[in-house]
């Protein structure tokens, strides 16, 4: 008789499994039928079985159990990762991206910093998780590469992600729903990976964030001459406003009041909240409101009336 074998099928039995289930683990990890049919026939003399009166309450693990997971396991590229833990990890980071995005709205540019630097934050987690889990597929980390190619590589790779982990133990450590423990296989009762309704949701934003990174990546190629050291402009509006006249441009509504003696009076409203500035500008003179530098560049004389030539930057 094998102690530790006996004690290994007495507390699977305590904790609700069947002889059925306790067998298949046992043959899984190596052990001989003949001594795991010796340890169930009754021969020299049995283990008890304990039943118990209710199969025990698995312990729920959620989707802030999974983040903080994946974030302890921050640099960590070697093991397995099972899919609640990559697909839980990457549904909290869209939905604090988003939270962040709807404070950049508010503040405006402080909330693109802040949102950049988490970003930045949990390019390595991210990044150690998405290996992990491709080694749970019993695949190199280097798949995680796919990604590249425009497209279809980000399909590919969102695929690998929602495969069935590889039962029992691979190249790369054992199952991370079982614990070694002796040589044995200890069964556990886990919650069950995430609803298909959760990766489907979660795969097809990152596909639409993916795509919007890319295509703004097309949008905001600077256009400037070629050479060492360039300084890129920062983007200018020029608008032309003349006594009474108005106009609203990036959230703030621009008005003269009045041109005289080579001054402009220019009121100056944050189109959201309502707050407003009016100061005097002589030609060259510059205002700061709402993040947004106004400049009066010059003045000039149309048939009957003056008008202010403006730039925004």
């Not at 009336?305 to 730039?311: F, G, P, R, S």
């Amino acid at each position: 008789m094998n102690q530790e074998l006996q004690d290994y099928i007495k507390k699977s039995k305590e904790a609700g499994f069947s002889d059925e289930q306790i067998k298949q683990e046992l043959r899984k990890v190596g052990w001989r039928e003949e001594d795991i049919n010796q340890e169930f026939s009754g021969a020299d003399a049995p283990i008890p079985a304990l039943q118990p009166t209710s199969a025990p309450t698995p312990k729920k693990r959620g989707i802030i159990y999974y983040y903080l997971a994946a974030l302890k396991k921050y640099a960590t590229f070697g093991g397995r990762a099972r899919r609640a833990e990559f697909w839980y990890f990457s549904l909290t980071n869209i939905i604090i991206g988003i939270v962040l995005a709807i404070v950049g709205f508010i503040i405006h540019d402080k909330g693109i910093i802040l949102g950049s630097l988490y970003a930045l934050a949990m390019t390595i987690p991210g990044t150690a998780v998405t290996v992990r889990r491709l080694h749970d597929t019993n695949r190199s980390g280097l798949w995680g590469l796919i990604w590249l190619v425009p497209f279809v590589g980000i399909i590919m790779l969102l695929i690998f992600m929602a495969r069935e982990d590889q039962a029992g133990a691979n190249q790369y450590g054992p199952n991370p729903k079982e614990a070694p423990t002796s040589g044995i296989i200890k069964l556990e009762k886990t919650s069950k990976s995430p609803d298909a309704i959760v990766m489907l949701i979660t795969a097809i934003i990152l596909v639409i964030m993916m795509g919007g990174a890319l295509g703004y990546v097309h949008l905001i190629r600077p256009t400037t001459n070629s050479g060492p050291n360039i300084d890129f402009p920062k983007l200018k509006t020029t608008i032309y406003l003349t006594p009474g006249s108005s106009m609203s441009f990036t959230g703030i509504s621009y008005k003269v009041n009045s041109i005289v003696a080579n001054q402009a009076n220019v009121t100056l409203t944050d189109v959201k909240t309502g707050e407003n500035k009016t100061v005097l500008l002589k030609s060259g003179e510059s205002t700061n409101f709402l993040g947004k530098k106004i400049t009066v560049v010059k003045f000039q004389r149309l048939t009957d009336l003056d008008q202010a030539v403006i730039t925004i930057e």
